[in-house]
């Protein structure tokens, strides 16, 4: 059975203060690992999609990197307009798994 | 924002009734999904689409039923609403099944 696991389940940063948001995962093999971010009251928004450990992508103060177990979302000099909840999700490679099995996500507060 | 709507995006019910959410897209996209959304538990599918009138299960599909009869629309009917089904609802859509997933804004449902 697909899993993931994020950690913490809450992060307060100081405004420019750097971390990083982990998400483990176990999949009978990784066809992608996807990282949402979702404000309260509101959909998750479409951030990042991984696909082979070593990848890398980028997106304003936000980098998501990808290994063979985890996957971590740095943020860089965050801003208060960052805080939200971000999730991950994973979706197995086997053909006729469309399914997107999601974490429960860390809410991140960034204080002024 | 991807152009998904979901209707109504409150609503409170009584046990036993049943309950129909909408999921409307604008994108002519063939795949569509229903998730719900619990305090402790990732995002959960419930069923999915991949074409009109094409409909399989997802992990929590007991109590749901699904209908796709035009590519814009799919229908999540719950025929006797549950205190259980107290959630909130999500859409999600794609061009296929392997790739990125877009959510709507949700239905929020409360059953007394």
């Known amino acids: 059975e697909d899993q993931v696991t994020q950690s913490p389940e809450a992060l307060r940063l100081q405004e420019g203060e750097s971390s990083s948001l982990n998400c483990s995962y176990t999949?009978?093999?990784?066809?992608?690992l996807f990282w949402y971010r979702q404000d309260p009251g509101k959909g998750p928004e479409f951030l990042f999609t991984l696909y082979s450990a070593g990848e890398e992508k980028e997106k304003e103060r936000l980098k998501a990197t990808l290994t063979k177990k985890e996957s971590f979302l740095h943020i860089t000099a965050p801003k208060p307009e960052d805080s939200a909840t971000y999730l991950c999700?994973?979706?197995?490679?086997?053909?006729?798994?469309?399914?997107?099995?999601f974490g429960t996500g860390t809410r991140l507060t960034i204080i002024p | 924002d991807a152009g998904i709507t979901q209707s109504p995006r409150h609503k409170v019910t009584e046990t036993g009734t049943p309950v129909t959410l909408r999921c409307h897209q604008t994108e002519n996209h063939r795949y569509m999904y229903w998730y719900r959304q619990d305090p402790g538990h990732g995002l959960r599918l419930i069923h999915y689409?991949?074409?009109?009138?094409?409909?399989d299960k997802g992990e929590v599909s007991d109590g749901y039923s699904v209908s796709r009869s035009k590519t814009e629309d799919f229908l999540l009917t719950l025929e006797s609403a549950t205190s259980s089904q107290t959630s909130v609802y999500f859409c999600?859509?794609?061009?296929?099944?392997?790739?990125?997933?877009?959510f709507g804004p949700g239905t929020r449902l409360t059953v007394l």
């Open positions: 999949v009978s093999g990784l066809r992608g």
């Open positions: 999700a994973v979706q197995a490679a086997n053909f006729g798994n469309e399914k997107l099995t």
């Open positions: 999600a859509i794609s061009d296929s099944g392997r790739s990125t997933q877009y």
């Open positions: 689409s991949y074409g009109v009138k094409d409909t």
